[in-house]
């Protein structure tokens, strides 16, 4: 189904924002899947009640992981190389509406602090996927 998806980044009172048209679809039965491009690249945001993994493929290969109380790290990888690191999560909140997931994630990436809202806003009625 379609969506819109929008994030917004905040570290050391830095911020930007991003919004693109996405799609969305039900996994697992408590959790979604959230499609969407950024730069050309395929991103995919997998959103559960307590963790939210995300993916991009393309020009940048990334992959991260938050969960409260669970492993949290970002892996990137390009032509320079790949390199993992390890996260200090300090909060994964993600709210289910009818009309659209709202998460909140903040982590430590040393030397920074970062906050990422995530809004994923629908024109239909989540309960119906």
Same mark, same amino acid.
């Given at each position: 189904m @379609?969506?819109?998806?929008?994030?917004?980044? =905040?570290?050391?009172?830095?911020?930007?924002?991003? =919004?693109?048209? $996405? =799609?969305?679809?039900?996994?697992?039965?408590?959790?979604?899947? #959230?499609?969407?491009?950024?730069?050309? +690249?395929?991103?995919?945001?997998?959103i559960?009640? +307590?963790?939210?993994?995300?993916?991009?493929?393309?020009?940048? @290969?990334?992959?991260?992981?938050?969960? @409260?109380?669970?492993r =949290?790290?970002?892996?990137?990888?390009?032509?320079?190389?790949r390199?993992?690191?390890? #996260?200090?999560?300090?909060?994964?909140?993600?709210?289910?509406?009818?009309?659209?997931?709202?998460?909140?994630?903040?982590?430590?990436? $040393?030397?920074?602090?970062?906050? #990422?809202k995530?809004?994923?806003?629908a024109?239909?009625?989540?309960?119906?996927?």
């Amino acid at each position: 189904m @379609n969506c819109r998806i929008k994030i917004s980044t =905040s570290a050391d009172g830095q911020e930007s924002y991003f =919004s693109a048209e $996405a =799609s969305l679809k039900r996994i697992d039965g408590d959790g979604y899947r #959230v499609e969407y491009f950024y730069d050309d +690249d395929f991103c995919v945001l997998e959103i559960f009640d +307590d963790a939210v993994t995300q993916k991009r493929e393309g020009g940048l @290969n990334m992959l991260a992981g938050f969960s @409260n109380g669970g492993r =949290s790290f970002i892996a990137i990888e390009s032509v320079e190389g790949r390199a993992e690191l390890p #996260v200090e999560c300090r909060e994964v909140r993600c709210e289910c509406f009818r009309r659209g997931i709202f998460c909140t994630l903040a982590y430590a990436l $040393a030397p920074c602090e970062y906050v #990422v809202k995530i809004t994923v806003v629908a024109d239909f009625d989540l309960l119906a996927l």
